[in-house]
């Protein structure tokens, strides 16, 4: 049984510096703690049956149109059937995102043929803690997250924006991340960087690992310091409550930061 010990000590074993690798899709807009778990989910389902699972080569169409990611797509998040050509867009983000996450942790690996993208299992040990439930996404997400920020030079910003979490230090995390993003990867529009930072796990989920308490009010997911009972605030229609369990939900005067 692996446990969060377990993902520290794989995350330590890889350097993932952002200025040396250029890679700005480290993260993006649909790497969410229940898709991650869901597409993990789907690869460990589609390698099943193959003794050697690092020997069985696969691209997202072929996971995103197999059996029982079709299914669970439709049913879970309500989604449009796989081989439905108008969701073919939507379906290349929510199957490729989460892949190329899993790929530049070595989780998987990468090989682009003929401008194809193939992946393969690399540690399927990890694959299937990832799999098994949110909660465990949700936990390699924050170490990785984290992990990255530390390699990449970025987590001073973030380190003082959660020991003191105010409207200046949350503007300075924000402009550090938009600038360091323009400046070493190929994303070149702010408002890819703005989808990063605060529609995606980026943020939200290093809030999440620091263990922030939270308040659920008018669809609005209060993200509150238990002491200083100041943080943030911002619209999650996604929220699942079995992501948070053991916290006990409590209602506070929140300063509002940003909506």
């Not at 330590?12 to 778990?37: F, H, L, M």
């Not at 690092?54 to 309500?78: L, N, R």
């Not at 989780?107 to 694959?127: A, P």
């Amino acid at each position: 049984m692996l446990t969060q010990q377990s993902i520290r000590d794989f995350l330590a074993q890889s350097d993932y510096d952002i200025r040396e690798s250029g890679n700005g899709r480290w993260i993006d807009q649909k790497c969410t703690p229940d898709v991650v778990c869901a597409v993990a989910d789907f690869i460990c389902n589609y390698v099943a049956d193959d003794p050697s699972p690092g020997s069985c080569p696969f691209t997202s169409k072929e996971i995103w149109h197999s059996e029982y990611a079709s299914q669970y797509v439709e049913a879970v998040f309500k989604k449009p059937a796989p081989k439905n050509k108008n969701a073919k867009h939507e379906y290349d983000k929510f199957f490729q995102q989460p892949m190329e996450l899993l790929a530049y942790a070595n989780v998987l690996g990468k090989q682009k043929i003929k401008g194809k993208n193939y992946y393969w299992v690399k540690q399927i040990n990890i694959l299937e803690y990832i799999a098994l439930r949110e909660r465990n996404a949700l936990i390699f997400l924050v170490l990785y997250i984290e992990k990255t920020l530390h390699d990449s030079g970025l987590w001073p910003f973030f380190h003082t924006f959660l020991q003191s979490p105010s409207s200046k230090t949350y503007t300075e995390v924000r402009n550090a991340f938009f600038n360091f993003t323009l400046a070493y990867t190929k994303i070149s529009k702010l408002l890819e960087c703005c989808r990063i930072f605060t529609k995606v796990p980026l943020l939200r989920q290093i809030i999440f690992g620091n263990r922030l308490v939270f308040a659920v009010q008018g669809g609005y997911f209060f993200m509150v310091n238990t002491i200083k009972k100041v943080l943030l605030v911002f619209k999650w229609a996604t929220l699942r409550k079995n992501l948070f369990a053991g916290f006990t939900l409590q209602s506070f005067c929140v300063t509002i930061i940003w909506v």
